[in-house]
């Protein structure tokens, strides 16, 4: 069974930072490729990050670009987003989800349960 | 980026009714186009990907069609359990981007 565990969420001052982890298991984390999407109180889903199965590629929202790194440890299962520079819109559940692709396809099987960053003084 | 249109961004029906949600792209996205249905304090959940193909253990009275910039996600006859948010997502370009939803409530 496809496990994912996000964690490191918290309350946090305009400007500071925090990094989120996602623990996965269940499938061969350094085979898939892995994505953050987050969803701000009461609004609708916003994909922010996306790293290749090797890490070696990376992609970003505009909105989060050169604030936050996606990064991973295959040798622990391990999916991380680091957030620098945090602002008040960037308050949301964050969750870490594994993509399904195939040659014709590219959705979100599976989703972990979400972590809450609060930005505010 | 693409640009995802849901409407309507809330609809209120009754137990038995056949509901459709579309979605509209700004650009042609193929068939790269997922629904997902979110309850509160819950992670979504997939219920169609690639425009019409079920995901395994989604009840059949959910359903999608189209391709290029139109899209619906028909619901044959609500059950109490389906009163949620639902999304539309296309995947056929980065950055992915949803829809942003409709909330299905009960009449």
């Known amino acids: 069974e496809v496990q994912l565990l996000e964690s490191g969420g918290g309350l946090v001052q305009p400007g500071g930072s925090l990094r989120l982890s996602c623990a996965a298991s269940?499938?061969?984390?350094?085979?898939?490729?892995m994505s953050w999407v987050r969803q701000a109180p009461g609004k609708g889903l916003e994909w922010v990050s996306a790293?290749?199965?090797?890490?070696?590629?990376?992609y970003y929202a505009d909105s989060v670009k050169g604030r936050f790194t996606i990064s991973r440890d295959n040798s622990k299962n391990t999916l991380y987003l680091q957030m620098n520079s945090l602002r008040a819109e960037d308050t949301a559940v964050y969750y870490c989800?594994?993509?399904?692709?195939?040659?014709?396809?590219?959705?979100?099987?599976?989703w972990g349960q979400g972590t809450l960053v609060t930005v505010s003084s | 980026d693409i640009q995802m249109t849901q409407s309507p961004s809330s609809l209120s029906a009754s137990v038995g009714d056949r509901v459709t949600i579309t979605c509209r792209a700004s650009?042609?996205?193929?068939?790269?186009l997922n629904w997902y249905q979110q309850k509160p304090g819950k992670a979504p959940k997939l219920l169609i990907f690639?425009?019409?193909s079920l995901q395994s253990g989604v009840p059949s009275r959910f359903s999608g069609s189209g391709s290029g910039t139109d899209f619906t996600l028909t619901i044959s006859s609500l059950q109490p359990e389906d009163f949620a948010t639902y999304y539309c997502?296309?995947?056929?370009?980065?950055?992915?981007?949803f829809g942003q939803g409709t909330k299905l409530e009960i009449k």
């Open positions: 989800a594994r993509p399904t692709v195939t040659t014709s396809a590219d959705y979100f099987h599976h």
């Open positions: 269940g499938f061969t984390f350094s085979s898939s490729a």
């Open positions: 790293i290749g199965g090797s890490g070696s590629s990376t």
């Open positions: 650009q042609s996205i193929s068939s790269y």
């Open positions: 690639a425009s019409s």
């Open positions: 997502q296309q995947s056929y370009s980065t950055p992915s981007t």
